[in-house]
DNA sequence: ATAATAAAAGATAACAAGGTCTTTTATTCT
DNA sequence: AGAATAAAAGACCTTGTTATCTTTTATTAT
C-alpha cells in the first residue's frame, strides 16, 4: 500500500465533503462515517488532525459538523498525503539504503527517482475540486455507499 | 515505504551472496547478518522463505551455508518481491478502493495504473545479477559495511 | 559413534498501525 | 440556566509486522 489507511480516507472524505458539504450544511462524523463506510471514532481522529491543519471547518454543538472552504477545495492531493503521513516516502531509497543519492545512487536509485518524481507531479497538480469534478462529470468514480 | 523490510533485506542479501558466496564458499547467516548489518533470526526467515523458493541453495552442518546458483542470479527484483509480499500492490488502487477499474475508474486510476507499469517493467528488467554488474562498475553503490 | 557446526522450525516478544470507547469541552436551542 | 448536540481529547484495545529466542534436525569431521 503507498500511503496509510489514514491517508486513504482522508482524501476520499475532503471529496464527499467537497461534494456534499457546505457552510451552511455541515456534516457530522456519524453520518459521513455511514456514508463512507469508515470507524466511525477512526474517521473522527482524521478529521481533528485535518480541521487542526484547517483543510476542514469543524464546529461543535447543534447543527455543527465540518465542511471545506473553497480555498481548501483547491488543495493538492500531495498536501493531504504530507499532513497525514508526511512526505518521507519521496526522499527514501527504494531499497531502504540510508546512504543512496546521486554521488551514490543503488542499483535502481534513477529509474526509481523518476517513478517518485512523477508520482510526486501527480498527486501535486490534482486537486480535490478535481477530483469532485471528474465525479460529477461521470469520468471518474469513488463508491460512496 | 513501498516493499517491507524483508523484501529489502531479501535483495541486499542477494546482491550480498550473488557477490561474495558460491557452491564452494557458502556463507552461514551469522555473517551475513553481520557484514550486511540485518538482526540475524530475522534474515534467518527470509533466508529460509528464499531456500524453500529455490532462490538460494541452504546447507546445514560444518561448511554449511548459503550460495546463489547462476540461474538464480539472474532473477528480476520483482520475483523476489513476489516471494516475499506478493504482487498486491500491484492491482490496488492508489485510493484503496475497491472497485476501481477501466470501466470505474478513481480519480487518480489512469495515471496511476502508468505509474504502476513503469515500476513493475523497471523490477522485471532488473536482475540480481544487473544489480552486481553495477555495483562491480562502479556506478551504483549498496553500503555494505 | 560422537562432537561440533549450521540451518530449520516454532514459540514468543516488542512495536507500530489501525480501530474503539469514554470523558470533556464547546455550542445551540428552549 | 438547563438540556441536547456534536466535536475534541485521551485512554485503551486489537492486529499485523518486525524481531528475538529456543529447540530440533541435518551434515561434517574426528
Redesign the pocket.
Known sequence: ?LF???TE?AIRTLVYLAMNASESH?????KMAKDLGF????L??I??DL??KRVVV?????????YMDDDAKNRSIISVVEIIDGLGFFDQCGLGLCECNEDKPCPIHKNYQIFKGDLFKLLSEKTINDMKEDLIKGVAFMNFE
Chains 1, 2 share one sequence.
Not at 469543524?58 to 465540518?66: I, Q, R, V
Open positions: 500500500m496509510s489507511r489514514s480516507y455541515r456534516i457530522g462524523i456519524k470507524p466511525e471514532h477512526f473522527g481522529k478529521l481533528q480541521a487542526k469543524s464546529s461543535k454543538g447543534p447543527h455543527g459538523g465540518f
